[in-house]
């Protein structure tokens, strides 16, 4: 496509968008789950293309937003023990505990190794077999089977020092608790097409059938961004609820089962905290009893009671949709990216660090 037909898209399909929602009572407000989405959408411009009548609120699909202090505590008392190597993602160095982070644990001498991919952290297990190699495993659908794939791996490969600290999470649970909480107002959601690729859009049905809110799987590009918010307005306008994929041609109906099974070999759902949110039912996790040995937190239980730490950071309401970044006195001020208070300002997909950057936009179509 060329950038002179980008742009012409774009503006029908905004034209369309402004037609549908002209002259509601209140603005439709839709909420996009996935922090790629969130980024995607700022660094596009397209909160301030839309028509004022259709609102964008971020959700929790950043995980290392939603990974609580009690996990980044616990994460930090292995980096500090002598027998322990951390593998972890880069982003995760900078998301506050109750006390310190991973960051100051790593200039204190914690022996922190950052990986680009869970099976990263097999090759630090092989070369260090006199230590325990632990795993940061924080994500959703999208990445857990990676990590269930490395415990296999491990195992194949005969590898009895690679441990895992799961904290992944599951998106179809959060999007049932934010549906239940009467604090909550949306009126359809920017379902996450990563994650759809593995989990499938029948994992999302009983939004439309049980909430009766519409859901529309989304790709990653802004014009397919203006697309799927396209179906989400023709449902609101006609009153229809249904899940729609918008992602079809990397998304299909089933997921990917190859992965799903993976995934099922190693992990078992379980409760799971979120940070700033609480305790969401089943939406997590755990390393089922066959692999227990592969748990460091069984296999090296720790004496850790942590006492979160007491700030103004509003990260649980942001993550909810009920705040902007701009409502937490912090935003700008004493949080920034280079000196994060609060999680949402830790990672690139982090809705504040996201309205910190990108804050009126950055590109525009056909530019
Ligand atoms: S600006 Fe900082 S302190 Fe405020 S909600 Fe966001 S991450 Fe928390």
């Not at 790593?106 to 190794?113: E, F, L, Q, S, V």
């Not at 097999?122 to 230590?131: L, T």
């Amino acid at each position: 496509m060329t950038k002179a037909e980008e742009k012409e898209t774009a503006q029908n399909l905004l034209n369309e968008i402004k037609r549908l929602s002209a002259g509601l009572e209140r603005p439709w407000r839709f909420m996009e789950v996935c922090g790629t989405h969130t980024v995607s959408i700022f660094r596009a411009g397209l909160r301030q293309m839309l028509p004022g009548q259709v609102e964008l609120v971020s959700g929790p699909g950043c995980p290392v937003c939603v990974t609580p202090d009690d996990y980044m505590d616990r994460a930090i008392a292995y980096a500090e023990r002598e027998d322990v190597i951390l593998a972890t993602f880069g982003d995760m160095l900078k998301v506050p505990g109750s006390s310190s982070s991973l960051g100051e644990a790593k200039a204190a001498g914690a022996d922190i190794r950052i990986v680009y991919s869970p099976l990263d952290s097999i090759q630090v297990a092989r070369e260090n077999p006199d230590k325990k190699v632990v795993f940061l495993a924080v994500g959703f659908e999208t990445t857990a089977p990676t990590a269930a794939a490395t415990v296999l791996e491990a195992e194949r490969q005969g590898i009895g020092n690679l441990y895992m600290l799961s904290a992944q999470k599951l998106v179809p649970p959060a999007l049932r608790m934010l549906m239940s909480d009467p604090e909550v107002r949306v009126d359809g959601f920017l379902l996450p097409g990563h994650v759809a690729v593995v989990t499938g859009t029948e994992v999302f049905r009983f939004v439309a059938e049980e909430y009766h809110m519409p859901g529309v799987v989304a790709g990653f590009e802004p014009l397919q961004i203006l697309y799927a918010l396209l179906l989400l307005c023709r449902q609101a306008a006609a009153g229809e609820a249904r899940i729609e994929n918008a992602y079809g041609s990397v998304v299909r109906s089933e997921g990917n089962p190859h992965s799903r099974e993976v995934l099922g070999k190693v992990y078992e759902t379980a409760d799971a905290e979120w940070r700033g949110i609480g305790k969401i039912p089943v939406s997590g996790l755990r390393m089922k009893e066959e692999y227990a040995r592969s748990d460091i937190e069984r296999a090296v239980p720790l004496d850790l009671e942590s006492k979160p730490k007491k700030t103004a950071c509003r990260c649980g309401e942001v993550l909810r949709g009920i705040v902007t970044p701009r409502e937490c006195p912090l935003f700008g001020k004493a949080c920034v990216p280079t000196h994060a208070v609060g999680p949402c300002m830790v990672s690139v997909e982090g809705v504040c660090a996201a309205w910190y950057k990108y804050g009126q936009g950055v590109f525009r179509f056909g530019g």
